[in-house]
């Protein structure tokens, strides 16, 4: 089964800033399916990004993804408030569809 | 508007079983499938399984072979996920997710509670 790293596990950003999270697989995933989701308290995840790179709908052009292979970036430019939350990358290539363990996104 | 309902909150004792339901609206159900998704407080995602609408086909993690069932009743356009022999560790909110590949609609969450 494929193991999701996400570093760093917290990372402390002031609104306007860029946030650069990443999530490495222990093997390759298939065709990039990776994904990633946003988590706020008391929420249900939310689908950010799919294919690695591809925006989901609504999702505004601040968040981006990148990589292939077994190294995967979420990036997200001048960050908004309601941007500081919990974020997970999944593979969906191989069964089992494992989760990182997140990465957590905090007002500095 | 395509939305998933899930069941309420429950309250389970140790040993007991606990159904989730989790209605879907807005979509044509048997097109995609569900998965289910579990967070524990305080922890990360994790996923339990996925169902196929379309034919029941059914794939569970390791961890929870023998102690779940995902089924669906496409009359109702809804899915269920039972899960056997609580133990404390199954505490935990439920999600179900519309799922071709990425999970990009979510339900609300079902907390499920075991305690004696």
């Known amino acids: 089964e494929i193991v999701l790293t996400q570093s760093p596990g917290t990372l402390s950003l002031s609104p306007g800033e860029r946030a650069t999270l990443s999530c490495r697989a222990s093997?390759?995933?298939?065709?990039?399916?990776l994904a990633w989701y946003q988590q706020k308290p008391g929420q249900a995840p939310r689908l950010l990004i799919y294919?690695?790179?591809s925006r989901a709908t609504g999702i505004p052009d601040r968040f981006s993804g990148s990589g292939s292979g077994t190294d995967f970036t979420l990036t997200i430019n001048r960050l908004e408030p309601e941007d500081f939350a919990v974020y997970y990358c999944q593979q969906y290539g191989y069964s089992p569809l494992h989760f990182g363990r997140g990465t957590k996104l905090e007002i500095k | 508007q395509v939305h998933l309902v899930q069941s309420g909150a429950e309250v389970k004792k140790p040993g007991a079983s606990v159904r989730v339901s989790c209605k879907a609206s807005?979509?044509?159900?048997?097109?995609?499938?569900i998965s289910w998704v579990r967070q524990a407080p305080g922890q990360g995602l994790e996923w339990m399984g996925w169902i196929s609408p379309y034919n029941a086909n059914t794939n569970y993690v390791q961890k929870l072979q023998g102690r779940v069932t995902m089924t669906t009743d496409t009359s109702t356009s809804t899915a269920y996920m039972e899960l056997r022999s609580l133990r404390s560790d199954d505490t935990a909110v439920y999600y179900c997710a519309r799922e071709q590949g990425p999970m990009d609609v979510w339900g609300q969450g079902t907390t499920v509670t075991v305690s004696s």
């Open positions: 294919g690695a790179s």
């Open positions: 093997q390759s995933v298939s065709s990039s399916y």
């Open positions: 807005g979509y044509t159900f048997t097109r995609y499938g």
